[in-house]
């Protein structure tokens, strides 16, 4: 069971749902049966490329046992994913998010991620 919290800033024209695992992100548009894309959750330490592993103990991973543990680097794989659903789509002008969560995230938890999101993804 996933939990999700919806972050909507204008009246929905569109909407991208983000499912940010500890081992791959998947981004689509609602309402699709499947999702645009699909990614490794990693930014590789020797090259910075966003889904691309290293295994060296320089790669980043910003999801641990479910929870984000580095929000800038968090920030960087959903930018490269809604870059790849915004180009998979681009007659679509995305207003609104769905963004998944783990099923036992506090509310605080919920709060922070959403309030990042915002302010550093506009």
Same mark, same amino acid.
């Given at each position: 069971?996933? !939990?999700?919290?919806?972050?909507? &800033?204008e009246m929905?024209q ?5 499912d ?12 699709? %049966?499947?999702?645009?894309t699909?990614?490794? &959750?990693?930014?590789?330490?020797e &090259? ?5 592993e290293s295994?060296?103990r320089? %790669? ?9 543990? %580095? *929000? ?6 959903? =930018?490269y994913g809604?870059s790849?659903?915004?180009?998979? %789509?681009?007659?679509?002008? *995305? !207003? ?5 969560? !783990?099923?036992?995230? &506090? ?6 991620t959403? =309030?990042? *999101? ?5």
């Amino acid at each position: 069971m996933v !939990k999700s919290v919806v972050i909507q &800033t204008e009246m929905s024209q569109g909407c991208v749902v983000i499912d940010t695992g500890g081992l791959y992100t998947r981004m689509g548009i609602g309402g699709e %049966d499947t999702p645009n894309t699909i990614y490794k &959750t990693v930014i590789n330490g020797e &090259t910075n490329e966003v889904g691309s592993e290293s295994n060296t103990r320089n %790669d980043t991973k910003p999801i641990s046992e479910g929870s984000i543990t %580095d *929000f800038d680097a968090a920030k960087r794989v959903w =930018e490269y994913g809604l870059s790849l659903v915004d180009a998979s %789509d681009r007659n679509t002008e *995305f !207003k609104s998010v769905v963004l998944s969560v !783990k099923p036992h995230t &506090t509310v605080d938890e919920q709060q922070i991620t959403m =309030e990042y *999101f915002i302010e550093e993804l506009e």
